[in-house]
């Protein structure tokens, strides 16, 4: 129901742009979470965007760099990267949880979702 797309290989300081398709479930009714993980360690929060474009979240070591944001009418969330680190490097995922984002905790917190996409990988390297 969720599919991410849009990773690949970039070098250091570059910009991709992730895409979450949403299908089946009712896109404006969920808020949509970005995480990431990487070969032996858990999935960490990245990024979120609730039922309004304003109220985004992001992590710290993101903010300024990425910029989520969604598009109900073609049922698609986005994450913007620019100025990738090699640090970045990951595999992406997207998740969708219904109702309002209402805490940074819900929004960082896997567990909160209930879709999730198969993901996709990013690479930072020159």
């Known amino acids: 129901q969720l599919k991410e797309s849009g990773g690949g290989l970039v070098q250091p300081g570059g910009s991709l742009r992730l895409s979450c398709a949403l299908s089946?479930?009712?896109?404006?009714?969920?808020?949509i979470g970005w995480f990431r993980q990487v070969p032996g360690k858990g999935r960490e929060g990245v990024s979120c965007?609730?039922?309004?474009?304003?109220?985004?979240r992001y992590k710290d070591f993101v903010k300024g760099r990425f910029t989520v944001s969604r598009d109900n009418a073609r049922n698609t969330a986005y994450l913007q990267m620019d100025n990738l680190r090699p640090e970045d490097t990951a595999t992406y995922y997207c998740?969708?949880?219904?109702?309002?984002?209402?805490?940074?905790?819900?929004?960082?917190?896997?567990?909160?979702?209930?879709?999730w996409g198969q993901g996709t990988q990013v690479t930072v390297s020159s």
């Open positions: 965007i609730g039922l309004h474009d304003d109220n985004t």
């Open positions: 998740a969708a949880r219904e109702g309002e984002m209402s805490y940074d905790y819900v929004c960082y917190a896997d567990y909160e979702y209930d879709y």
């Open positions: 089946g479930i009712t896109s404006d009714a969920h808020s």
